[in-house]
């Protein structure tokens, strides 16, 4: 072909296309041109940035907020890992997550992302206003899929001497149904750690309810596609409403994601649904901001029972 000199150059293009294709579905074909080459290369050294960043510890831990919907007060956090990178800044984790699941890096970045998890919420806990808050952690399919995962979330509970209620783990239905006897082994084990677990983004996979009595699930977390979809006068939001009464049924709680606008925190609290937690709340925030966040909640709420006492006791003397 034009252009080339060496064998090994048209089998590394070919190569390329072929991936190309495989990543834009099945009976495809794809003509390789430039452009190709340079997004293997960005890639190929993202992947390499990504294998320092893990020795080098440029990951950090942020911290979304989760409501209590009936008393509007913070239950925990959902810990969300963010990468800064030395020259590109704050690297998206829409780039960097699929790679590190390609790559089988998710592991040890999870990891990361459980051990100091758990290590600052033993910190808060050491703060008696703070003492009940927990926090849900992200499992990747790959973390999951490891056979030492139990004796490794058992050890790093240990070493930051967290209690295990206090974690939840979050799984994506996914990854739970693709083999659900070996989910139900893992997840029975984990449970008997102690620890809190949670169906992630329920909803985009299998949704089958019928199936979920068979595992030792406490939450339903609803994607937020769902809650995003939600509109003025309930529209839109039949789906929301199903999951939120059969999770319920089952003796579940439930999480609704992605909470943007008060019609759509309106609704949830007018079906019911237990928590929430999305930018109307808080973005995800440094856990400095964090402990900031609840306290200052915390004191609203104070000063909110404050008044409506004294409203109280007013009203009863006029009358």
Known sequence: SAGYEDPENVLRDADTAMYRAKESGK????????????????????????RRAIE????????????????????GFEALVRWYHPERGLVPPDEFIPIAEDTGLIVELGNIVLRESCRQLREWHSTSSLKSLTVAVNLSAKQFAQPNLVTQVKEILRE????????????????????????????????????QLSIDDFGTGYSSLSYL???????????????????????????????????????????????????????????????????????????????????????????????????????????
């Not at 009976?27 to 990504?50: C, I, K, T, W």
């Not at 001497?161 to 693709?178: C, N, P, S």
């Not at 309106?266 to 609840?294: D, W």
Request: one cysteine or more; hydrophobic letters at 40%; glycine letters at 6%.
């Open 27 to 50: 009976a495809r074909f794809e003509v390789f041109d430039s452009s190709m080459h340079s997004h293997a290369v960005a890639l190929l050294q993202l992947e390499n940035d990504l």
């Open 56 to 75: 080098r510890r440029e990951f950090r831990v942020y911290y979304q907020p989760i409501i209590d919907l009936e008393t509007d007060t913070v239950s």
């Open 160 to 195: 930051t001497g967290l209690d295990a209620q206090y974690l939840k783990l979050e799984i994506t239905e996914t990854v739970v149904m693709e083999n659900a006897e070996v989910a139900r082994t893992m997840l029975s084990q984990l449970c008997a750690l102690g620890v």
């Open 213 to 319: 009595h068979r595992f030792p699930v406490k939450t339903l977390k609803i994607d937020r596609s769902f809650i995003g979809r939600m509109g003025t006068n309930g529209e839109n939001s039949e789906v929301v409403k199903t999951i939120n009464t059969l999770a319920n049924n089952l003796g579940m709680s439930v999480v609704a994601e992605g909470i943007e606008t008060e019609e759509q925190l309106a609704q949830l609290k007018g079906m019911g649904c237990g928590f929430g937690q999305g930018y109307i709340f808080s973005r995800p925030l440094m856990a400095e901001a964090a402990t900031q966040f609840v306290q200052e909640q915390q004191a609203f709420v104070v000063s909110n029972l404050i008044d409506d006492s004294l409203v109280q006791s007013q009203l009863q003397m006029v009358n």
